[in-house]
DNA sequence: TCCGGCATCCACCAGTTGGTGGATGCCCGG
DNA sequence: CCGGGCATCCACCAACTGGTGGATGCCGGA
């Protein structure tokens, strides 16, 4: 019987997830949470086997809560369900920790299949993501991954943020702005903005 | 009693929702689909009061399923209900004749209270919608396509061009290649190349 | 003929960007 | 402890960008 934690802020997938397992002998959902914080705050009390973690969610994101999970050493293994397959998405999921990487189109047999390999420990990953993390591996060293901040700040000048505008919202400094996009253009191997834009969503990272 | 089908790519989303309407006697799920096709071919069939329609799905979209029912003179009213809530979602579902748009982070309550309004005819609009659509409704968004020099312009300036080095590729003036950015950028309602690629990925234009 | 759309082009200027050459501090692993 | 990676920050400056307010010419349709 393997004990889950669902983390997600819809309570739609929450009583999807809930009206999956719950039919089947092999699981048990101990609890659920709407983010990061309240996951954290019922850990120890469920002491789940597996954590069906969301990512994208207000409050606590996903990663953090991986962290953190990560932090405390608790035992339990993080299997992320989520609609996002983009490179910003998967590798800091991964790098945090997450045992498993699934996307919310997997099927009902998938998502139990996914749960016991997470729960023996095995790395388990959609079809999808593999393939891509597997082309990520092929390319040449050139293909560095961006760093979340430079992520983060490339992000929000696809959005149309000037440099000063990207330092207001992030409080930092124009300077660390730049020196972060400058990094992230020499990563993606580009000299300017726009040519860093149009490389990361041609490689999935917006 | 109000007979409902949900129509939904993700199997778990799916199941929240059966789960959700399930104990509740006001409500009785008629039947399932994963995509546009699926549930046209099931309306003839089940003949819903109300069908719960995500816009994102592979096969036919929410959108053109919602245009389709209206041409068969379908007698069910459509609440939309996804994680999407950018114009470039509402606007044609609205158009295409949904009686309510709703986000996938509703609560319960939120989600039968919608369901029964819909099915009297009356329109629902998750209060982010609402808010947004009253803003657009003040600043009409502008979709004017590119023209075909706008296009080359910024497709050279995705590259890393800057506007001189595109100038001298196309064989005109800086001047001329700058009246062409700022036409597209106008076009596409940004301020500068970078958001002007990002929107450009996002509309498949380059 | 007139008008609108498109392509081309100019000048001026304030603000922004990218490059350069630094710096500090924190965390983690060897 | 040391080194590497990441995040943060500074100053200076040349080049570039975006905004503004013009302009001409061509083509097609009313």
Redesign the interface.
């Known amino acids: 019987m393997i004990g889950l934690l669902i983390v997600d ?12 397992f719950i039919g089947d002998d092999r699981f048990e959902v101990l609890g659920e949470a709407g983010d990061g914080t309240e996951a954290l705050a019922l850990l120890p009390a469920v002491d789940p086997d597996v954590v069906l973690m969301d990512l994208r969610m207000p409050g606590m994101d996903g990663v953090t809560a991986i962290k953190e999970l990560r932090k405390r050493g608790s035992r339990a293994r993080v299997l992320v ?1 989520t ?1 996002y397959d983009t490179d910003a998405d998967v590798l800091p999921a991964i790098k945090a920790g997450a045992t498993g990487y699934l996307l ?5 047999q998938e ?1 139990f299949r996914a749960v016991e390999a997470a729960h023996r420990g095995e790395s388990v990953l959609s079809p999808a993501i593999a393939g891509r993390l597997m082309g990520t591996l092929r390319s040449p060293a050139t293909k560095e991954p961006l760093s979340q901040r430079e992520l983060e700040v490339l992000a929000l ?4 943020n ?1 440099n000063k505008e990207a330092a207001s919202r992030l409080f930092i400094s124009e300077a660390t702005v730049k020196t972060h996009l400058l990094h992230a253009y020499a990563k993606l191997g ?9 490389v990361a ?1 041609e490689r999935g990272l ?1």
Not at 9 to 20: A, E, I, N, T, W
Not at 104 to 108: L, V
Not at 190 to 198: I, L, M, Q
């Open positions: 802020d819809h309570p739609v997938v929450r009583d999807g997830l809930r009206g999956m369900l609609t919310k189109d997997a099927s009902r998502l000048i696809a959005r149309g000037s580009v000299r300017d903005r726009a040519a860093a834009v149009a969503f917006l």
